[in-house]
């Protein structure tokens, strides 16, 4: 049988109204959790769409600094680039400077990919720590609480690239993966299988480069070794794109509020 996923979209005409949103959707996640749970746990991806998000969240003079219970809160990545914390392409490195260092988050709370180690170490050091946190046994898996994805020009998500061994793995919690067409070919990954696990999975997109491949991965051909963001099926059939104008070009035309809705089956 087809498994069907409830895609929505938003689509914001500025770009702080659309950092908002994705600031917003994290404070609400987070609270949510905190209230289940006792504990927020989330996954957030690098790039340079979340970078005002960071800020927004950081920033005393807004209201999502304190609507957030930093010490109830643990933060993960959903891929990293394998280079020192320090360097500027580093994933971890941009988050800290904008964000970490700046909120009372536990340092014991950031649980970063060591980029700096050699790729399949750091991917076996970086399950060991998700197994500990979540406290897995066997094939278990994590669950995310909120998990936070980008998308690029080639349809890439996390660091599952077009045609490359990670799109094939189903049991490990985090791998690394070369990407030759990339200037940091190694990169380590959460796996597609742990990405879809997550309760609240939602892509972040900006600008004109991205309205293609969007209205390719949503509406074309099932095609994930080409279009790796086709694998992100979230298993409560849920997911939410929250969008700029530019790249939300080639999707159907939102409503008067700013929103859409697709079904998808695959």
């Known amino acids: 049988m087809a498994n069907k996923i409830h895609v929505e979209y938003r689509v914001f005409e500025q770009q702080d109204a659309l950092s ?140 599952l690239f077009p045609h490359t061994a990670a799109l094939h793995e189903t049991g490990r919690v985090a791998i690394a993966n070369h990407v030759p067409q990339q200037k940091q070919s190694w990169r380590v990954t959460l796996t597609w299988p742990v990405i879809n696990a997550a309760r609240d999975v939602f892509f972040l997109i900006d600008g004109p480069a991205k309205a293609d491949p969007l209205g390719r991965v949503l509406e074309g051909p099932y095609d994930p070794e080409t279009l790796p963001s086709q694998l992100i099926q979230p298993q409560n059939g849920r997911l939410l794109f929250l969008l700029d104008t530019a790249a939300a070009a080639h999707l159907p035309p939102p409503g008067a509020d700013g929103s859409g809705t697709l079904e998808i089956a695959r």
Not at 136 to 154: C, I, R, S, T
Request: proline share 8%; aromatic share 8%.
């Open 20 to 159: 908002r949103a994705t600031a917003e959707r994290f404070v609400e996640g987070i609270q949510s959790a905190v209230a289940a749970r006792g504990a927020a746990r989330i996954a957030i991806s690098g790039g340079g769409s979340p970078k005002p998000v960071f800020a927004l969240l950081a920033d005393p003079a807004e209201p999502y600094r304190n609507a957030i219970a930093w010490d109830r809160l643990w933060i993960f990545w959903v891929d990293e680039r394998c280079v020192p914390p320090d360097h500027p392409d580093s994933n971890y490195g941009v988050a800290r400077e904008l964000l970490l260092s700046k909120v009372p988050l536990p340092a014991d709370h950031v649980i970063r990919i060591e980029g700096e180690l050699d790729p399949e170490q750091a991917a076996a050091r970086y399950e060991s720590a998700i197994r500990g946190h979540f406290r897995l046994e066997g094939a278990e898996g994590p669950v995310f609480d909120v998990l936070q994805l980008g998308m690029g020009d080639d349809g890439h998500c996390a660091s």
